[in-house]
């Protein structure tokens, strides 16, 4: 399990999803109330890349059809997509914030 840093905790905003690179892949990471939640950049209908959706709620919507994925769980809540996203685990220490992946 790789233990990636992506950013101090103060560099994230509220309801704002940051796009970045870790372990290889493009992942998105997200604060909602308070926790840090991270996913893949890569929507699950066709590849739509879900970076530049808007996130309301805990909910990510696709910008290209209009998909939404729980960012908690990575469940499908809208369609067309129909299968998870992959999520992964995130971890606070010292004001960091770490995104754990598979190596
Ligand atoms: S690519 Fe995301 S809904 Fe179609």
Redesign the pocket.
């Known amino acids: 399990m790789g233990r990636h840093p992506v950013g101090a905790t103060q560099d994230f905003e509220p309801q704002k999803v940051k796009v970045l690179r870790a372990g290889g892949e493009r992942i998105c990471v997200a604060l909602h109330e308070g926790q840090f939640y991270a996913f893949e950049d890569r ?6 890349p ?1 970076g530049g ?1 808007a996130l309301e709620g805990c909910q990510i919507e ?6 939404r994925f729980d960012i908690r769980t990575g469940r499908v809540t809208a ?3 129909f299968t998870p996203i992959e999520i992964y685990q995130t971890e606070v220490s010292d004001g960091q914030v770490f995104v754990l992946m598979e190596d």
């Open positions: 929507c699950t209908h066709d590849d739509g879900l959706g696709c910008p290209r059809h209009g998909a369609p067309p997509a």
